[in-house]
């Protein structure tokens, strides 16, 4: 995720102080992983550099965090640039989970018990991210979503392997 | 092993269609108010434990309990009755009744139990608005969406007031908004009527709307949070 | 191919196996034009997947065969009567001489022949006479020689029976040596009884002389109640096979439609599903074609056992004329493919799905109620036209009449159906769902019962038509056959001769009483100068005193003496003194010489003991002993004898038959003691309702056909509503309910239909309505039956697909 086209983004509906940014950020998208001040602080100096938002105004008795920030028409296009690029797939390649797997394999162990193991940790976590969503607003909700959906998929992609190891060892042992 | 306090408990439970076992000594058990989870791969006899526990079918060997009855042992017109008054009932698709309305469709089990028209339908009325599918109550199902539909199924199955709701992938030919709409109703309802809820389902994202799950695989259940114990 | 596979050949193996020969189906720019060859091919494959669609497949071409089938052997049967009618009279034709106008003289090539029927229990039995002249005498067919003298010739069926312990009393009457048996070209059934005989002693007038067999003129026509009944027979018997096979080519029609999109779904075109489908139906009637020729070979074996109206031919008689026969076999499966497409008229198949483009039918009620109305207008005009004349035009008014209003009744019913149906609110669970599933469709439970309503309607009217004309007959032989008594007439061969027939009846078992004498007409003497008055108008009984005592009180009486009887009305004529004429012209210009005789002054006046018309009565104006009239002088002098017999003893009617035969076989008899009618009419109501019920076991199950099939569809449901804890009656209820409300709303409208036209049918042959409720009722029974064997039926099919299995996704 980028926190500063994230910042840009919150910034288009009014010029807002650092804190508040934090705040907002927070409030909408931080829930595993709250912002630190410094990160506000080093990302809107970087925009700043870039002519993407200028300082509205400072209020009395200094400190960087006093600025107030406002977006600047490079900014608004910046962002709307961001929204129309699709992300790069990311292949979860390197994942823990394929780590294990191909171990499990290797150590001509029981794939179906790994997944069974799995699928109840990746449940017990979406349980909780669909009670979440229970008692959530519509932005908990789809950020609930997005993780529900990505655990799914690894389930889904930890079965179909399980399926395909346990038929290709049976092969193999016949 | 049954445990303590468990409102509809099996064990033992074997099932075969020919040479195929598709149940070889499942067990299960849920608690009033609880939702269990029946995960597994395809024709791992997921579908096979649902109609075994709920009486739908008997169990070649093993006994299924409700309550202080026992289904098996009980003649097909007691476990008939059964269904009628204690389950509910929701499934995949081609449920309703396609002649008679959506109103009548959440009546028809109250009415089999021997409620009066009106009332049925008053009732059904009042769950249907829960449901949020009233306005559809004069329509037919062929003329409404297919996640109405589900609800007004899931109206039906909770009209009687069960004590245990089977549902058979409920969300299966659901797309997914619709889907979660149907779960969290239904499993709201079942939590406010302290019913239990056995969903069959593939579906991971399914499953996380239920307090446990058990996996079957080959015939035989395993209990997930007996796992982690 | 996998979906066109699993569609086309359910079970495995041979669909299997077949697939690689069905051509993949062209695509539409492969060929663009519609030629006959892609008609042709279209059709075949529609055929190929007729025979290689499984059990159930096979069950449903069956079905349709066994539809067609029955229709075409009802067409032929119905096409055959004219031919057979033909050949019947044909041979009655060649074998009879009822005597030539101007008489031969005996030659060697000369026969004396005479007419000398009888009855046998009921049964009646043709005999023939013949004394040749020559050598040379004519044969009648059947026949290589003429019987010796006192020598007989049989029909088989006549032989079995002197043969048999039953003919016993029969022989006696036959009293001839069977010498042979005639051969099939002389006899017009294989049941008949008839016998040729040579008697030695036959003579004129009981004997004319023929040099010919062969009668020139044609039978007279049929009369018009009979024609009446013919008809609406064959419009009845019609219409419900012309339904059925209407609604056979539809069974299967969804899983049809189902098979077309997987088709579509692989690249053929919506026409080339429409002659697909074509070939499906056209496979299932030519079997029926094919099944239907072989049914009514077999069926037209029973003709020999058969004896309808009196007719009995033989299997070879039954056979449709050659063009009737040609149009059959063309018409029938182009009807089948016609209806088909009628069928899918309105419905597109598309590769996923069908498509009823068709907006819900607004069933409308004014040109169903034409239909009828206008059927009722062309009848009611030839009910008030009374009697009844069978000419051309009236044969097409009543066919058409009727017809349209039995079609009336089929085009009502849907929309009566729906008028009711849409009516009906509440009600319990089985009723809700019987009639919500009615309300949605209604429409091939209509279109099964509406054969039912045409063939309930048609037997009610046919049967009401029955029983009026047999109300007729019954009532007149109530009237005569109230008496046990016997009436014998025949040429009277002198005063001696009738007294020795009394003597012997008066000696035969199980007679009370006798009473006869030879009658004449007599007239007055023609006036010199001037055309003979008028002919005969007052009859003379002759008879010894003894007997004229049975006939009249006389007071004193010796032979010689006359009486005239206290007849009201008696001709001035007839008076003491006057002179009459004995051979008084029975027609105005019979040139004959008259025979006065004068009524002697003496003649008294006697009071006739049983006066007026009718049976046992005698209406003489003059009785004259044998002395005083010389009853060789009378205009063709008749015996008439009158016989009471007692009904408790056994044959006592068979053997005063056997007696008069003795004394002269030429004896005729009239008689009410077999009322020949009550057994036609039995074996055509009995006919008719076999037919009835066949017809309508036939339409149930095409009823149970459509109810398993729409069974079928929904097992899904079926499975969901039984895991719902449904109970199997809730369920067979519903069913029984569905089928109930069309056939009980088909059989209503048939009663009110069925009564109408048989009311207006008997209006036409001039007799009472009358209704014969248990008959009606018969026929209500049997339709109420066919629900209930509908619903038995139906239920084993509704407890399977209420299993579990149901519920699977798969």
């Known amino acids: 995720m980028s926190i500063g086209h994230t910042l840009l983004g919150l910034l288009e509906s009014g010029p807002r102080h650092g804190y508040d940014l934090k705040r907002a950020f927070d409030e909408h998208f931080g829930q595993d992983r709250p912002l630190h001040y410094g990160q506000v602080y080093s990302t809107m100096s970087r925009l700043l550099k870039n002519g993407l938002v200028e300082v509205d105004g400072v209020e009395a008795g200094a400190g960087p965090e006093r600025k107030r920030y406002a977006i600047t028409d490079a900014g608004i296009t910046d962002v709307a640039q961001w929204l129309a690029r699709p992300e790069k797939p990311e292949p979860y390649l390197q994942s823990t989970l394929y780590t294990k797997i191909v171990l499990a394999l290797l150590t001509d162990r029981d794939a179906a018990e790994l997944l069974d193991t799995q699928r109840a940790e990746h449940l017990r976590l979406m349980r909780g991210l669909t009670e979440r969503k229970r008692t959530g607003d519509l932005a908990d909700q789809l950020i609930c979503d997005h993780a529900l959906f990505h655990l799914e998929a690894d389930l889904r992609w930890l079965e179909l392997t399980a399926a395909r190891l346990d038929k290709l060892a049976e092969a193999v042992r016949t | 092993m049954t445990p303590e306090g468990s409102l509809l408990a099996a064990e033992g439970l074997y099932k075969s269609y020919g040479v195929t076992p598709a149940l070889d000594g499942a067990e299960f058990s849920i608690h009033p108010g609880e939702v269990v989870a029946v995960m597994g791969p395809s024709g791992s006899g997921k579908s096979t434990l649902l109609h075994c526990l709920a009486g739908i079918i008997s169990p070649d060997s093993g006994t299924v309990r409700y309550g202080p009855h026992t289904l098996t042992g009980m003649s097909d017109a007691q476990r008939s009755a059964l269904r009628r008054t204690e389950f509910g009932f929701v499934f995949q698709f081609g449920q309703l009744v396609p002649e008679l309305t959506c109103l009548e469709n959440v009546a028809l089990p109250l009415r089999l139990n021997g409620t009066k028209r009106k009332q049925a339908e008053q009732q059904a009325r009042e769950w249907m608005e829960r449901l949020e599918v009233e306005s559809v109550h004069g329509q037919r199902p062929g003329e409404i969406s297919g996640g109405q539909g589900q609800r007004i199924a899931v109206a039906r199955a909770l009209a009687t007031r069960p004590r245990v709701i089977f549902a058979d992938e409920p969300t299966g030919a659901l797309d997914s908004l619709n889907g979660e709409r149907v779960l969290t109703l239904l499993t709201n309802a079942a939590r406010d009527t302290n019913a239990a809820v056995v969903l069959v389902t593939h579906e991971a994202r399914v499953a996380a709307y239920s307090d446990r799950e058990i996996v079957v695989r080959d015939g035989k259940v395993k209990d997930m949070l007996a796992g982690l114990i | ?810």
């Open chain 3, 1 to 810: 191919m996998s979906l066109l596979r699993s569609h086309a050949g359910t079970d495995g193996g041979r669909g299997g196996e077949r697939a690689p020969t069905v051509p993949a189906p062209p695509g539409p720019l492969a060929t663009p034009h519609t030629g006959p060859a892609r008609w042709a091919r279209d059709l075949a494959m529609g055929m190929r997947f007729a025979a290689g669609g499984g059990r159930e497949g096979w069950i449903r071409t069956a079905l349709t065969a066994a539809g067609v089938a029955l229709g075409v052997a009802v067409l032929l049967l119905g096409s055959s009567v004219p031919t057979l009618m033909n050949s019947w009279h044909g041979r009655e034709k060649a074998r009879e001489n009822l005597g030539q106008a101007h008489e031969p003289r005996p030659a060697g090539n000369t026969v004396r022949y005479a007419s000398v029927d009888t009855t046998f229990r009921g049964a009646p039995i043709r005999g023939r006479l013949v004394r040749p002249d020559g050598a040379h005498p004519p044969i009648p067919p059947g026949i290589r020689h003429l019987p010796g003298p006192g020598r007989m010739l049989v029909s088989p069926a006549l032989k079995e029976l002197l043969d048999s312990p039953e003919g016993a009393l029969l022989r006696d009457r036959l009293d001839y040596t069977v010498a042979g048996v005639i051969g099939d070209d002389g006899l017009l059934g294989p049941q008949e009884l008839t016998y040729v005989a040579q008697s030695a002693t036959l003579a004129a007038p009981d004997g004319y002389r023929i040099d010919h067999f062969g009668k020139s003129w044609d039978p007279p026509p049929m009369r018009a109640p009979v024609v009446l009944l013919v008809i609406m027979t064959c419009v009845a018997l019609m219409m419900p096979v012309m339904v059925f096979i209407g609604t056979s080519v539809r069974f299967g029609n969804e899983r049809r439609e189902r098979r077309l999109a997987a088709l579509r779904l692989v690249g053929a075109d919506v026409r080339m599903t429409r002659r697909i489908a074509s070939g499906e139906a056209l496979f299932g009637s030519l079997l029926g074609l094919a099944g239907g020729a072989v049914l009514f070979l077999g069926g037209r074996q029973f003709a020999s056992v058969i004896t309808l109206w009196d007719v009995n031919v033989f299997p070879s008689d039954v056979a449709p004329g050659p063009l009737a026969a040609a149009l059959i076999a063309l018409l029938v499966p182009t009807a089948a493919v016609l209806v088909t497409l009628f069928a899918q008229r309105g419905v597109t198949v598309e590769p996923l799905g069908i498509v009823r483009n068709r907006p819900p039918i607004r069933r409308r009620l004014w040109w169903r109620l034409a239909l009828p109305a206008v059927g009722t207008l062309l009848l009611v005009p030839l009910a008030w036209q009374r009697p009844w004349t069978d000419t051309p035009l009236n044969t097409i008014r009543l066919a058409a009449g009727s017809m349209l209003l039995l079609f009336g009744v089929t085009a009502l019913l849907p929309w009566l159906v729906d008028a009711v149906v849409g009516r009906l609110r509440g009600g319990p669970v089985p009723w809700q769902l019987a009639v919500r599933r009615l309300q949605l469709s209604s429409g091939s439970a209509t279109r099964a019962v509406s054969g039912i309503t045409v063939a309930v309607a048609g037997a009610i009217a046919i049967h009401m038509l029955l029983t009026g004309m047999q109300a007729g007959y019954t009532h007149a032989y109530a009237q005569s056959g109230k008496l046990p008594q016997l009436g014998l007439w025949g040429t009277s061969k002198g005063w001696p001769q009738t007294q020795r027939a009394l003597a012997a009846l008066r000696g035969t078992t199980g007679v009370t009483a006798v009473r006869g004498a030879i009658d004449g007409l007599v007239g007055p003497m023609p006036l010199a100068g001037r055309a003979p008055a008028r002919g005969a108008r007052a009859t003379v009984a002759v008879g010894s005193c003894a007997e004229l005592r049975r006939l009249a009180r006389l007071g004193s009486c010796r032979d010689g003496d006359t009486f005239l009887t206290d007849i009201p009305d008696r001709d001035r004529v007839i008076a003491p003194g006057a002179t009459i004429d004995l051979n008084a012209p029975l027609a105005e210009d019979d040139p004959v010489a008259p025979h006065p005789w004068k009524i002697p002054g003496t003649a008294r006046t006697a009071r006739l003991i049983a006066p007026g018309h009718g049976p046992g009565t005698f209406s003489y104006d003059l009785l004259a002993t044998p002395s005083a009239l010389d009853t060789n002088r009378l205009n063709g002098p008749m015996t008439e004898i009158k016989v009471d017999f007692d009904r408790a003893t056994p044959d006592a009617v068979e053997h005063i038959r056997n007696t008069a035969a003795r004394i002269d076989p030429s004896m005729n008899e009239f008689s009410a003691v077999d009322n020949p009618h009550t057994q036609q009419y039995t074996s055509v109501r009995n006919g008719l309702f076999v037919g009835a019920a066949i017809t309508l076991l036939l339409i149930g199950a095409g009823l149970i056909i459509s109810t398993v099939e729409q069974l079928y569809e929904r097992r899904r449901l079926l499975s969901t509503l039984d895991a719902y804890g449904t109970r199997r009656a809730t369920l067979g209820w519903s069913v029984l309910w569905q089928t109930t409300l069309p056939v009980v709303l088909g059989l209503g409208l048939a009663l009110g239909c069925g009564l109408a036209l048989g009311s207006l049918l008997l209006s036409m042959i001039d007799s009472a309505v009358i209704v014969d409720w248990p008959a009606v009722a018969a026929m209500t029974g049997i339709g109420g039956g066919v629900i209930l064997f509908v619903t038995v039926l139906s239920l084993p099919p509704l407890w399977r697909m209420m299993r579990p299995e149901g519920l699977r996704t798969e």
